[in-house]
């Protein structure tokens, strides 16, 4: 991927079983559109997301992730979700404190029924982050430890 | 730590993993957009995978044995599927690694029907490029899957059935009737839901009222010793998952105990008055009431809500059978499966839609009913204000397919065969009454359309509308005002009486249901089947299925059938002495583990607990029964000791890098 | 605990087999043609979910066939039924394969060299198949039958080629009817349906048979299907050619008092579903509906429909075409309607007519008694709708009445619960 | 037979280290007298040229402690690395940062900005900074460079051991020398202190409830910890749980909670997110904007909360010669 007009960025998503994914195979059935950006990780309950995870995917080369669960309320897990809006309120400061712009991390709930909300925020953070072109940060040469 | 040593740790070296990749055609479903064959291609090279293939119908049984016979040829110990996601085939496939000897969840499946070729058809190469990252992710995966083993629970060979309705009382009856016990908590003070006051029905020529059906059950439901009912109770705490729930049921008082002879002496000298919900808002009753004749059990109740406990009826009953200071009880039952049979509500349109609330000449479908059934307030005779309408207009779709700005969008289903039955049931009764059936689509689907013919050859006039149709409320004067859709002409019609066709619509309480029960809602508010066509009575949450018309719209007969369909369910369930459940547990290293107790504090089942070493430290331990495998105790971990079994740290890491290792 | 018989392997009969062994009861699933699957089996999609109808039916007949207490008599017919509830004698007759399912391996290579082609009934003759054929891919069992009727072998004592070329050796031209007899409790009847294809109407007033471009809603299900004869292209049968514009006709054959005053309940979504299917794929082909009224009654119908109009662009017409005629060159056909809003008769040219014909049970011989409007009796159509007025003896699915696959499945569900309760007290 | 030989030297710290060496008072002499220092310049006049004439892999070990944050660092340690047949990173600088890697959440320029020109104590009115070539009096001096963002040590040389701590205890320290020194050689890359968290060895373990709930969190400074009862409990930030133990529980035990200078555990990749992980996961608050205004209210800072010592691990970057 390279700067300029034909920068596609590539979103990784952190969906839970039971309603996001649930979404996006609906929005599959329904046959409808939305960018090929996405890669999404299944996960039972987006409370197991960890913050680790969304740090190692904007190291190894994210331009931008989505952590989506099931609406306030109507977690499998009783409140799972809970904790992932504690940790993502959280993990958006810690995110913007580390020179990352805040469309490109995002959380959404999104429930089983909903493959037009999946579809819609998909596209707009597809949208947004192509604006904002490539995650520019700062670059290591490492040596690690062999 | 490094992302780099972490997604080594745990992998097996790099001979010992061998993988193969199968990527299905799903017919065109995935081969029409993506080219499947770049992807096996692709897949071949990938570290550690030893066999790609590509087959038109993986599931089927020639793909099944391509498998099989793979896994044994190229001794395979991980399988990465890429087809369609893992909620309809990962049972099958599961059975194919354990019939070629593998354990059955070393599987990872990948859906790039659903997560490409059906999202992006239009544009093929990067839906191909698409399923090439999903492959290599899903192999990342596989790699670090490790074999789980099976667990399994007891099951208590008890239900329970929530919702004494006509659709939980089919259910529960024929539980009892296989055998089984079964709980009845029901929220009213008795049985019957909406079903006992529907009035008189007719199908195929069966006369018969919604009372006489729900006293049939009731009976033979009453006199089933297998069956337990708890009326004027709620269930207010739900422990424990499938094959062993433990449920806490809340008894209210009802104030009056069964010694009661429903001589009607309180109601007489009680004070308050309340509408009579039991009659859909028509008249009134006192806040001791019996609500409604012949109903169970048949005995008075009081509404504390209304009630001002002024003790008048407990001097004035001859069986002293009221006490005013009876106290709410709590009472616990340990079931395997729940049916929630919970029901709708009727749709109140606000005051003022189609002039609802501003005229006695303006009713609702439910009401009508009411007036027409022989137990009725009026014992059958359609009078209003007073006098017999003449004049009788049906608006169909009232609260359904957005004909008001309060409407829902969906279809109720059976509004239209049951006003043409009303309407059939009024010419019967009166036949100089004109009819009006003022509506979108007359959906009397399947046999109910004889009910249409029926209604024409009565002289039913039809009226279609596209424009919803207006209702003006004058002085003591009502008319509805339609703009014909076929003949393309205003009418304005007179009526002595509009009928507001309702619809049905999720119950108030849908949402503290579904906070309780775990299960999910559709679009339209009601609760959400596993599968719409294939798993229409079952919830997304093992041992939880759904009856009549908690799940959407339906007819008595319909909501009988979904209920016996529920109870065919929970009967699979009960009658296994155990159940498999997912090993997808949370599981602690204890040599990592440094009691430091956020697991306990976060696991929404208290399934985790601190358990004191010899040494007198403290580590954690999970119970694998209550574990429900949400996976974030996982994240929460400050020391990575506790993990979820398939969902670990090693497992998805080296997905989300594989992401980037294009 | 007794066994129970199934007869009839549609979605109806499948999920009544697979409720009744999950209990522990032994089943013994009777099918007609050589795999179960039935009508399902033929879809492409369904509605409202645009699920593809083969992704949610194999797993359940892998599972039929996985299961140990499920027996799948396929190519087989009741004969006969004595005895009484809890406690009936079935005599079954297995129809010859000619094939020896033990060796058979399905491998297809039979198929190959058989040079006898045959309409293909799974494509409801839109294509051949050969005299030693399986189903369609994914049949359950999946095993090789010999159409007897049409084998080159049986009729002129030639060929032999099948058994030449087998490389199991199952080809076994000696085989005989088999009839067995069966100790059952209960009987669940799910036979299902077929099109009221036979009426004069579909021909004389549709032209359907005479005029190439007009199909049955089954037919053009076929062709829309990925696995169909055109591979999922819609191509007209006059010249092979893609078609501009669909027309589907809705309430063909019923709620039409000349011969089923029923609605069959299935064929207003299906023709908005096959819709949709057209524009999805082809959004230059334009879609008019002709309808009376829009029956979208079940759980995410009318959103569906909603859909077709707003997203899809499917054109709704409420009027009943009258009358087709075909233009001899184009093998065009123009409708002739009347438009209500315009208060008068109109014609308009299609390229390709798709007609959504009603449905009538396929009814099991002298089995089960039979109602007014075709359908099988029930005993009670509130308390027990599954029940035939015979004790022991259900009727589900298309048989009890026009439903949809979400009610066939219900209805199955129901009718195992009450065969098991029987089953447990025989 | 000679004995082992033994460098020290330090990069970017605050020379708390050295110090910790010191603290280890009379075990000194022990050291002396079974090791021979053949570098240590903070102690004794050692000069570059005395490295370099040593044959490469002479020295038995080289203690290193500090960030790399100047071209002279880089140079050093790459020549210690030559030298030295075991190298340990000492202490929280050169394990993952340390207190100068948070100068990491800001780039190179505006840390030299402000340093030379906006800070509020500085007078500097010509603007004059440090360059890397100077002339003075006509002789032309060239300074090393300050290098873009703070490593640590292993992100530069390949490092064998660490010892953590900001900074680390004697005892650990005598511990981690005298294993070394006797051949108990542990695997490359150990971490020394504890297996487990502070929470292992944390004297207020005892007094934590199973559960741990909490309906608000307070800086250290707007309460009064009860010395007797986990702090963590007392709804203040303690990186205990996400910590390595070894160090003694040192800070629990003079009043303050743990600041996670031991780093993160085996298994942990980054320390911060984890303790933001875990502390986020048992604050009882469901109502997402009174969440919110919660945290407003305190000021939350995730970098100096989560990632005093780790920063310079923890922060995201991109490894260069990665994506295009």
Same mark, same amino acid.
């Given at each position: 991927?390279?700067?300029?007009?034909?920068?596609?960025?590539?979103?990784?998503?952190?969906?839970?079983?039971?309603?996001?994914?649930?979404?996006?195979?609906?929005?599959?059935?329904?046959?409808?559109?939305?960018?090929?950006?996405?890669?999404?990780?299944?996960?039972?309950?987006?409370?197991?997301?960890?913050?680790?995870?969304?740090?190692?995917?904007?190291?190894?080369?994210?331009?931008?992730?989505?952590?989506?669960?099931?609406?306030?309320?109507?977690?499998?897990?009783?409140?799972?979700?809970?904790?992932?809006?504690?940790?993502?309120?959280?993990?958006?400061?810690?995110?913007?404190?580390?020179?990352?712009?805040?469309?490109?991390?995002?959380?959404?709930?999104?429930?089983?029924?909903?493959?037009?909300?999946?579809?819609?925020?998909?596209?707009?953070?597809?949208?947004?982050?192509?604006?904002?072109?490539?995650?520019?940060?700062?670059?290591?040469?490492?040596?690690?430890?062999? | 730590?490094?992302?780099?040593?972490?997604?080594?740790?745990?992998?097996?070296?790099?001979?010992?993993?061998?993988?193969?990749?199968?990527?299905?055609?799903? $017919?065109?479903? /995935? @081969? +029409?957009?993506?080219?499947?064959?770049?992807?096996? %291609?692709?897949?071949?090279?990938?570290?550690? !995978?030893?066999?790609?293939?590509?087959?038109?119908?993986?599931?089927?049984?020639?793909?099944?044995?391509?498998?099989?016979?793979?896994?044994?040829?190229?001794?395979?110990?991980?399988?990465?599927?890429?087809?369609?996601?893992?909620?309809?085939?990962?049972?099958?496939?599961?059975?194919?690694?354990?019939?070629?000897?593998?354990?059955?969840?070393?599987?990872?499946?990948?859906?790039?029907?659903?997560?490409?070729?059906?999202?992006?058809?239009?544009?093929?190469?990067?839906?191909?490029?698409?399923?090439?990252?999903?492959?290599?992710?899903?192999?990342?995966?596989?790699?670090?899957?490790?074999?789980?083993?099976?667990?399994?629970?007891?099951?208590?060979?008890?239900?329970?059935?929530? $919702?004494?309705? /006509? @659709? +939980?009382?089919?259910?529960?009856?024929?539980?009892? %009737?296989?055998?089984?016990?079964?709980?009845? !908590?029901?929220?009213?003070?008795?049985?019957?839901?909406?079903?006992?006051?529907?009035?008189?029905?007719?199908?195929?020529?069966?006369?018969?009222?919604?009372?006489?059906?729900?006293?049939?059950?009731?009976?033979?439901?009453?006199?089933?010793?297998?069956?337990?009912?708890?009326?004027?109770?709620?269930?207010?705490?739900?422990?424990?998952?499938?094959?062993?729930?433990?449920?806490?049921?809340?008894?209210?008082?009802?104030?009056?105990?069964?010694?009661?002879?429903?001589?009607?002496?309180?109601?007489?000298?009680?004070?308050?008055?309340?509408?009579?919900?039991?009659?859909?808002?028509?008249?009134?009753?006192?806040?001791?009431?019996?609500?409604?004749?012949?109903?169970?059990?048949?005995?008075?109740? /009081?509404?504390?809500?209304?009630?001002?406990?002024?003790?008048?009826?407990?001097?004035?009953?001859?069986?002293?059978?009221?006490?005013?200071?009876?106290?709410?009880?709590?009472?616990?039952?340990?079931?395997?499966?729940?049916?929630?049979?919970?029901?709708?509500?009727?749709?109140?349109?606000?005051?003022?839609?189609?002039?609802?609330?501003?005229?006695?000449?303006?009713?609702?479908?439910?009401?009508?009913?009411?007036?027409?059934?022989?137990?009725?307030?009026?014992?059958?005779?359609?009078?209003?204000?007073?006098?017999?309408?003449?004049?009788?207009?049906?608006?169909?779709?009232?609260?359904?397919?957005?004909?008001?700005?309060?409407?829902?969008?969906?279809?109720?289903?059976?509004?239209?065969?049951?006003?043409?039955?009303?309407?059939?049931?009024?010419?019967?009764?009166?036949?100089?009454?004109?009819?009006?059936?003022?509506?979108?689509?007359?959906?009397?689907?399947?046999?109910?359309?004889?009910?249409?013919?029926?209604?024409?050859?009565?002289?039913?006039?039809?009226?279609?509308?596209?424009?919803?149709?207006?209702?003006?409320?004058?002085?003591?004067?009502?008319?509805?005002?339609?703009?014909?859709?076929?003949?393309?002409?205003?009418?304005?019609?007179?009526?002595?009486?509009?009928?507001?066709?309702?619809?049905?619509?999720?119950?108030?309480?849908?949402?503290?249901?579904?906070?309780?029960?775990?299960?999910?809602?559709?679009?339209?508010?009601?609760?959400?089947?596993?599968?719409?066509?294939?798993?229409?009575?079952?919830?997304?949450?093992?041992?939880?299925?759904?009856?009549?018309?908690?799940?959407?719209?339906?007819?008595?007969?319909?909501?009988?059938?979904?209920?016996?369909?529920?109870?065919?369910?929970?009967?699979?369930?009960?009658?296994?002495?155990?159940?498999?459940?997912?090993?997808?547990?949370?599981?602690?290293?204890?040599?990592?583990?440094?009691?430091?107790?956020?697991?306990?504090?976060?696991?929404?089942?208290?399934?985790?607990?601190?358990?004191?070493?010899?040494?007198?430290?403290?580590?954690?331990?999970?119970?694998?029964?209550?574990?429900?495998?949400?996976?974030?105790?996982?994240?929460?971990?400050?020391?990575?000791?506790?993990?979820?079994?398939?969902?670990?740290?090693?497992?998805?890491?080296?997905?989300?890098?594989?992401?980037?290792?294009? | 605990?007794?066994?129970?018989?199934?007869?009839?392997?549609?979605?109806?009969?499948?999920?009544?087999?697979?409720?009744?062994?999950?209990?522990?009861?032994?089943?013994?699933?009777?099918?007609?043609?050589?795999?179960?699957?039935?009508?399902?089996?033929?879809?492409?999609?369904?509605?409202?979910?645009?699920?593809?109808?083969?992704?949610?039916?194999?797993?359940?007949?892998?599972?039929?066939?996985?299961?140990?207490?499920?027996?799948?008599?396929?190519?087989?017919?009741?004969?006969?039924?004595?005895?009484?509830?809890?406690?009936?004698?079935?005599?079954?007759?297995?129809?010859?394969?000619?094939?020896?399912?033990?060796?058979?391996?399905?491998?297809?290579?039979?198929?190959?060299?058989?040079?006898?082609?045959?309409?293909?009934?799974?494509?409801?003759?839109?294509?051949?198949?050969?005299?030693?054929?399986?189903?369609?891919?994914?049949?359950?069992?999946?095993?090789?039958?010999?159409?007897?009727?049409?084998?080159?072998?049986?009729?002129?004592?030639?060929?032999?080629?099948?058994?030449?070329?087998?490389?199991?050796?199952?080809?076994?031209?000696?085989?005989?009817?088999?009839?067995?007899?069966?100790?059952?409790?209960?009987?669940?009847?799910?036979?299902?349906?077929?099109?009221?294809?036979?009426?004069?109407?579909?021909?004389?007033?549709?032209?359907?048979?005479?005029?190439?471009?007009?199909?049955?809603?089954?037919?053009?299900?076929?062709?829309?299907?990925?696995?169909?004869?055109?591979?999922?292209?819609?191509?007209?049968?006059?010249?092979?050619?893609?078609?501009?514009?669909?027309?589907?006709?809705?309430?063909?054959?019923?709620?039409?008092?000349?011969?089923?005053?029923?609605?069959?309940?299935?064929?207003?979504?299906?023709?908005?579903?096959?819709?949709?299917?057209?524009?999805?794929?082809?959004?230059?082909?334009?879609?008019?509906?002709?309808?009376?009224?829009?029956?979208?009654?079940?759980?995410?119908?009318?959103?569906?429909?909603?859909?077709?109009?707003?997203?899809?662009?499917?054109?709704?017409?409420?009027?009943?075409?009258?009358?087709?005629?075909?233009?001899?060159?184009?093998?065009?056909?123009?409708?002739?309607?009347?438009?209500?809003?315009?208060?008068?008769?109109?014609?308009?040219?299609?390229?390709?007519?798709?007609?959504?014909?009603?449905?009538?049970?396929?009814?099991?011989?002298?089995?089960?008694?039979?109602?007014?409007?075709?359908?099988?009796?029930?005993?009670?159509?509130?308390?027990?709708?599954?029940?035939?007025?015979?004790?022991?003896?259900?009727?589900?699915?298309?048989?009890?009445?026009?439903?949809?696959?979400?009610?066939?499945?219900?209805?199955?569900?129901?009718?195992?619960?009450?065969?098991?309760?029987?089953?447990?007290?025989? | 037979?000679?004995?082992?030989?033994?460098?020290?030297?330090?990069?970017?710290?605050?020379?708390?280290?050295?110090?910790?060496?010191?603290?280890?008072?009379?075990?000194?002499?022990?050291?002396?007298?079974?090791?021979?220092?053949?570098?240590?310049?903070?102690?004794?006049?050692?000069?570059?040229?005395?490295?370099?004439?040593?044959?490469?892999?002479?020295?038995?070990?080289?203690?290193?402690?500090?960030?790399?944050?100047?071209?002279?660092?880089?140079?050093?340690?790459?020549?210690?690395?030559?030298?030295?047949?075991?190298?340990?990173?000492?202490?929280?600088?050169?394990?993952?940062?340390?207190?100068?890697?948070?100068?990491?959440?800001?780039?190179?320029?505006?840390?030299?900005?402000?340093?030379?020109?906006?800070?509020?104590?500085?007078?500097?009115?010509?603007?004059?900074?440090?360059?890397?070539?100077?002339?003075?009096?006509?002789?032309?001096?060239?300074?090393?460079?300050?290098?873009?963002?703070?490593?640590?040590?292993?992100?530069?040389?390949?490092?064998?051991?660490?010892?953590?701590?900001?900074?680390?205890?004697?005892?650990?320290?005598?511990?981690?020398?005298?294993?070394?020194?006797?051949?108990?050689?542990?695997?490359?890359?150990?971490?020394?202190?504890?297996?487990?968290?502070?929470?292992?060895?944390?004297?207020?373990?005892?007094?934590?409830?199973?559960?741990?709930?909490?309906?608000?969190?307070?800086?250290?400074?707007?309460?009064?910890?009860?010395?007797?009862?986990?702090?963590?409990?007392?709804?203040?930030?303690?990186?205990?749980?996400?910590?390595?133990?070894?160090?003694?529980?040192?800070?629990?035990?003079?009043?303050?909670?743990?600041?996670?200078?031991?780093?993160?555990?085996?298994?942990?990749?980054?320390?911060?997110?984890?303790?933001?992980?875990?502390?986020?996961?048992?604050?009882?608050?469901?109502?997402?904007?009174?969440?919110?205004?919660?945290?407003?209210?305190?000021?939350?800072?995730?970098?100096?909360?989560?990632?005093?010592?780790?920063?310079?691990?923890?922060?995201?970057?991109?490894?260069?010669?990665?994506?295009?």
């Amino acid at each position: 991927m390279s700067d300029g007009d034909g920068f596609e960025p590539t979103i990784v998503v952190f969906a839970c079983h039971w309603c996001t994914y649930q979404a996006i195979n609906l929005a599959g059935t329904s046959r409808m559109k939305y960018p090929p950006n996405v890669r999404v990780i299944r996960v039972m309950c987006s409370g197991r997301v960890d913050p680790q995870f969304v740090i190692e995917a904007f190291k190894n080369g994210a331009d931008g992730v989505l952590v989506a669960g099931c609406h306030p309320g109507d977690c499998h897990y009783v409140n799972g979700n809970m904790k992932t809006m504690r940790r993502t309120v959280m993990l958006e400061k810690l995110l913007q404190d580390m020179g990352i712009e805040k469309e490109r991390f995002r959380r959404e709930w999104i429930s089983a029924a909903e493959a037009k909300k999946w579809v819609e925020v998909v596209t707009e953070m597809v949208e947004q982050v192509r604006k904002l072109g490539p995650l520019k940060l700062a670059e290591r040469e490492v040596v690690m430890n062999e | 730590m490094s992302s780099e040593e972490v997604k080594v740790e745990g992998a097996c070296p790099t001979d010992e993993v061998r993988i193969g990749v199968y990527v299905c055609h799903c $017919g065109l479903n /995935i @081969a +029409g957009v993506i080219n499947v064959k770049e992807v096996v %291609e692709y897949a071949q090279k990938l570290p550690n !995978v030893v066999s790609a293939k590509e087959y038109i119908f993986m599931c089927s049984a020639p793909g099944q044995d391509l498998i099989r016979e793979d896994i044994k040829k190229c001794k395979l110990n991980r399988v990465v599927i890429a087809a369609c996601g893992p909620e309809m085939h990962e049972p099958t496939f599961r059975a194919v690694l354990e019939e070629a000897g593998l354990n059955p969840y070393v599987l990872e499946m990948v859906s790039i029907r659903e997560g490409s070729s059906w999202v992006h058809y239009e544009d093929p190469e990067a839906a191909t490029e698409k399923a090439k990252d999903m492959v290599r992710m899903a192999v990342a995966r596989a790699r670090n899957l490790e074999p789980l083993e099976k667990m399994s629970g007891e099951v208590k060979q008890r239900a329970l059935i929530v $919702g004494g309705g /006509i @659709a +939980g009382l089919a259910s529960a009856l024929d539980l009892a %009737e296989r055998g089984f016990e079964v709980h009845i !908590v029901e929220k009213k003070p008795v049985l019957g839901g909406h079903a006992a006051r529907m009035g008189q029905l007719n199908v195929e020529g069966r006369k018969v009222s919604g009372k006489d059906l729900v006293d049939y059950l009731v009976k033979k439901v009453k006199d089933n010793p297998n069956v337990h009912i708890y009326t004027n109770a709620e269930v207010t705490k739900v422990d424990g998952s499938i094959g062993n729930f433990t449920i806490t049921v809340k008894l209210k008082p009802r104030y009056v105990n069964d010694k009661c002879t429903s001589c009607g002496k309180c109601v007489e000298v009680c004070p308050v008055t309340a509408p009579n919900e039991y009659e859909y808002g028509i008249g009134e009753r006192k806040a001791i009431f019996l609500p409604f004749e012949g109903a169970y059990p048949n005995q008075y109740v /009081i509404d504390p809500e209304t009630c001002t406990f002024c003790g008048k009826c407990v001097e004035v009953c001859p069986e002293g059978a009221i006490n005013l200071d009876e106290k709410e009880k709590e009472i616990t039952l340990e079931v395997g499966g729940i049916i929630l049979a919970t029901g709708h509500d009727p749709y109140e349109p606000p005051v003022g839609e189609y002039g609802y609330g501003l005229s006695p000449k303006v009713i609702t479908l439910h009401q009508l009913k009411r007036l027409l059934s022989e137990d009725g307030p009026t014992k059958g005779e359609l009078v209003i204000d007073g006098k017999r309408p003449r004049n009788i207009v049906f608006i169909s779709c009232v609260g359904s397919l957005g004909t008001t700005p309060n409407a829902n969008q969906y279809c109720s289903r059976m509004c239209c065969s049951a006003s043409l039955l009303e309407a059939l049931h009024i010419k019967e009764k009166y036949p100089d009454a004109q009819v009006f059936f003022v509506h979108k689509d007359v959906r009397t689907y399947g046999k109910d359309e004889n009910l249409y013919w029926k209604a024409i050859d009565n002289l039913v006039k039809f009226v279609r509308f596209e424009e919803s149709p207006k209702v003006t409320v004058g002085k003591g004067e009502v008319k509805v005002e339609v703009e014909e859709s076929t003949i393309q002409e205003r009418l304005v019609i007179p009526a002595d009486l509009v009928v507001l066709v309702t619809g049905m619509e999720p119950p108030k309480e849908i949402e503290e249901l579904r906070s309780l029960f775990k299960v999910g809602c559709g679009g339209d508010g009601f609760l959400k089947e596993a599968h719409l066509k294939l798993n229409p009575v079952e919830s997304l949450t093992g041992g939880i299925y759904l009856a009549g018309t908690a799940t959407g719209p339906k007819s008595i007969a319909e909501s009988i059938v979904a209920g016996s369909a529920a109870a065919a369910k929970a009967a699979s369930l009960l009658s296994k002495d155990t159940i498999e459940v997912e090993p997808i547990v949370a599981v602690v290293d204890e040599d990592k583990c440094s009691g430091c107790g956020i697991c306990v504090s976060i696991c929404p089942y208290g399934a985790i607990s601190l358990e004191k070493k010899e040494d007198g430290t403290r580590v954690s331990k999970v119970d694998p029964m209550l574990c429900q495998g949400c996976g974030t105790c996982g994240a929460a971990c400050p020391s990575a000791a506790i993990q979820q079994n398939s969902y670990k740290d090693k497992q998805i890491i080296p997905q989300i890098l594989a992401v980037f290792e294009r | 605990m007794k066994p129970v018989m199934v007869v009839g392997g549609g979605i109806s009969g499948i999920q009544a087999a697979l409720d009744l062994a999950d209990q522990g009861i032994k089943v013994y699933l009777v099918e007609k043609t050589p795999s179960i699957g039935g009508r399902m089996a033929q879809l492409d999609k369904t509605f409202p979910t645009l699920d593809c109808s083969s992704c949610i039916l194999t797993p359940k007949m892998v599972e039929v066939a996985r299961h140990e207490n499920i027996e799948i008599l396929a190519y087989s017919e009741v004969l006969e039924i004595n005895g009484e509830a809890g406690n009936f004698k079935v005599k079954v007759r297995k129809k010859p394969r000619y094939v020896d399912v033990t060796k058979c391996t399905g491998c297809g290579v039979c198929m190959k060299y058989c040079p006898s082609k045959v309409p293909d009934e799974f494509n409801l003759g839109l294509s051949e198949r050969k005299a030693i054929y399986i189903p369609f891919p994914q049949a359950i069992p999946l095993k090789a039958t010999i159409d007897a009727e049409h084998c080159l072998w049986f009729q002129k004592n030639i060929c032999r080629n099948c058994e030449k070329f087998c490389p199991a050796k199952a080809i076994d031209y000696e085989q005989k009817p088999e009839d067995i007899e069966l100790n059952v409790a209960a009987i669940i009847f799910a036979t299902g349906y077929e099109l009221i294809a036979d009426h004069s109407l579909l021909t004389d007033q549709y032209g359907y048979g005479r005029y190439a471009n007009v199909y049955t809603n089954l037919e053009f299900e076929r062709l829309v299907s990925a696995t169909g004869p055109t591979g999922g292209e819609i191509l007209r049968r006059s010249d092979g050619r893609k078609p501009k514009n669909i027309a589907f006709i809705q309430c063909v054959c019923s709620r039409d008092i000349r011969m089923n005053p029923n609605c069959s309940s299935i064929c207003c979504m299906a023709s908005v579903k096959e819709g949709i299917l057209v524009r999805e794929h082809h959004p230059d082909i334009e879609v008019t509906i002709f309808y009376m009224d829009l029956r979208a009654f079940g759980k995410g119908y009318q959103e569906f429909y909603d859909r077709a109009k707003e997203e899809f662009g499917i054109r709704f017409v409420r009027s009943k075409p009258a009358t087709i005629v075909e233009n001899p060159e184009t093998k065009n056909l123009i409708l002739y309607y009347e438009d209500t809003h315009a208060s008068r008769y109109k014609a308009e040219e299609f390229e390709m007519v798709v007609l959504a014909v009603g449905v009538k049970p396929v009814v099991p011989d002298s089995f089960v008694p039979i109602g007014e409007d075709m359908f099988a009796q029930v005993k009670d159509p509130y308390l027990d709708p599954v029940a035939s007025p015979k004790p022991g003896i259900y009727v589900i699915g298309m048989l009890n009445s026009p439903k949809d696959i979400p009610d066939s499945v219900i209805q199955g569900s129901a009718a195992a619960m009450k065969a098991s309760i029987l089953a447990c007290k025989s | 037979m000679s004995k082992p030989k033994v460098a020290l030297y330090w990069c970017a710290s605050c020379g708390g280290c050295e110090e910790a060496t010191v603290d280890l008072t009379e075990r000194l002499f022990d050291l002396v007298e079974a090791v021979d220092i053949v570098f240590w310049p903070i102690a004794m006049d050692f000069k570059r040229e005395d490295l370099e004439k040593m044959e490469d892999g002479s020295i038995d070990i080289a203690i290193i402690n500090g960030g790399i944050r100047f071209e002279e660092h880089e140079e050093m340690v790459k020549l210690l690395r030559r030298k030295s047949k075991i190298v340990i990173a000492y202490g929280s600088c050169a394990h993952l940062g340390g207190i100068p890697g948070l100068a990491n959440a800001y780039p190179r320029e505006e840390i030299l900005k402000f340093a030379y020109e906006e800070a509020p104590t500085v007078i500097n009115q010509d603007r004059v900074r440090p360059m890397k070539k100077t002339t003075v009096d006509g002789m032309e001096f060239e300074l090393p460079d300050f290098l873009e963002y703070l490593k640590p040590l292993d992100e530069v040389i390949d490092v064998d051991y660490y010892i953590p701590g900001c900074p680390p205890t004697p005892d650990l320290t005598w511990e981690a020398v005298s294993k070394l020194l006797s051949g108990e050689i542990p695997p490359k890359g150990h971490v020394f202190g504890s297996d487990k968290s502070l929470c292992h060895e944390c004297p207020l373990n005892e007094t934590k409830p199973d559960e741990i709930k909490l309906e608000e969190l307070k800086r250290p400074h707007q309460v009064v910890l009860d010395r007797s009862k986990c702090y963590l409990t007392q709804g203040v930030l303690c990186m205990g749980p996400v910590t390595r133990g070894g160090c003694e529980a040192l800070c629990i035990k003079g009043g303050m909670p743990c600041t996670g200078c031991f780093g993160p555990l085996e298994g942990v990749y980054n320390q911060g997110a984890k303790a933001l992980s875990f502390l986020a996961s048992v604050i009882d608050i469901e109502d997402e904007e009174k969440y919110r205004e919660m945290l407003e209210k305190l000021g939350f800072d995730p970098i100096g909360w989560f990632f005093r010592y780790s920063l310079a691990k923890g922060m995201i970057y991109r490894k260069k010669g990665d994506g295009e």
